[in-house]
């Protein structure tokens, strides 16, 4: 049967605030909560719901604090370190899962067979990144995937000029240790550093290689053994991130990520309103098959922090009012693959 009430988790961050807000705006009445009680508080105050605050150290005080909650939007990262306690805690009190990661690692366990067992017992849905990485790109896999069937390899990117949000900053930090990975054969690789010229829909630019969700997504949404996701990147980046490879054992050192995750702490506070109204992004996707016939599909959507606003309200709205299936799910998989196309601001996807 349809949901009756949900939760924000990590309401009082960045993306989580932003949710809440929408969810207001639309007359729903989440419960908001978080780690920190106070901070937690005050948000729910402002916005006039409920709220209630407990950690994310333990499974089963987590589903005791899940027991009246039918779905819950996850926004407190680092996922790879708040992902798994919480889709356990989900399952014991058989409450569908949502969050907004880009993290692979995060995919990766939420889409293994054990938790896709595990969910469908538990009759919930395990839905991990409805936000804008990945829901856009989701969208255009699927639709690619479907226009060509038979593809056997994806290229995946998205170019816009977005301020990013402490959060993301904390993820990119991450990536920073796990090299320039694909999917290829179905499989998850490190691949050397790969550049193409790609035109995302505002003329060619010279793009290379990175670690992004989709590698893991598109392959659950799409079945494609070989996915390689692109951003755009000067020759300057480009140097640089060859000379990351190098020193790449460096980078991941937990002494160095806790000094980067500090300076993000620190001095980076996410993109405004305005700054959000005034960027928009540019989402493009490429399906070959064995016999080398291939198409292009192009999109444009809002901002990406305003696409991760709109998204996972837009997803709890569905299940206000229908049932979905139980499982490990891709947002294209939950919502169909014109989803993206539906979230004000975005357009329909073009296939050429």
Not at 283 to 310: F, H
């Amino acid at each position: 049967m349809p949901i009756r009430t949900w939760m924000i988790y990590g309401a009082y961050g960045y993306s989580g605030r932003l949710i809440a807000e929408r969810a207001h705006a639309e007359g729903l009445a989440p419960v908001l909560s978080g780690r920190d009680a106070d901070k937690t508080r005050a948000v729910a105050e402002e916005l006039g719901l409920e709220y209630r605050s407990f950690a994310l150290d333990d499974a089963q005080s987590i589903a005791q604090n899940l027991g009246d909650i039918d779905a819950i939007v996850h926004c407190a990262g680092p996922f790879s370190a708040t992902s798994a306690a919480m889709i356990e805690g989900c399952l014991l009190a058989n409450t569908h899962y949502f969050d907004i990661t880009g993290e692979i690692r995060v995919f990766e366990h939420a889409h293994s067979t054990k938790i896709d067992t595990a969910a469908k017992a538990a009759g919930i849905v395990v839905c991990p990144g409805v936000g804008f990485d990945v829901v856009p790109t989701d969208c255009v896999a699927k639709t690619l995937a479907e226009a060509l069937p038979g593809a056997v390899q994806l290229d995946l990117g998205f170019h816009g000029n977005m301020s990013v949000s402490p959060g993301t900053a904390k993820t990119m930090v991450e990536s920073l240790g796990d090299g320039t990975n694909a999917r290829r054969d179905g499989k998850l690789v490190g691949i050397p550093l790969q550049v193409r010229d790609i035109d995302y829909g505002r003329g060619m630019r010279r793009s290379a290689n990175v670690p992004w969700g989709d590698i893991s997504t598109a392959f659950y949404t799409t079945g494609i053994g070989d996915i390689t996701v692109y951003w755009p990147a000067s020759e300057s980046v480009i140097q640089a991130l060859r000379f990351a490879d190098v020193v790449r054992p460096v980078l991941g050192l937990g002494a160095l990520q806790f000094l980067l995750k500090q300076l993000i702490d620190w001095n980076v506070q996410g993109p405004s309103q305005a700054q959000r109204d005034r960027q928009s992004v540019c989402v493009w996707g490429e399906a070959s098959d064995a016999e080398g016939r291939s198409i292009c599909a192009r999109m444009t959507t809002a901002n990406g922090y305003t696409v991760t606003q709109l998204a996972p309200v837009a997803i709890i709205e569905h299940l206000l009012r229908h049932d979905v299936a139980a499982g490990s799910m891709t947002p294209a998989l939950l919502m169909g693959k014109d989803f993206a196309s539906r979230l004000p601001g975005s357009s329909e996807i073009t296939v050429t």
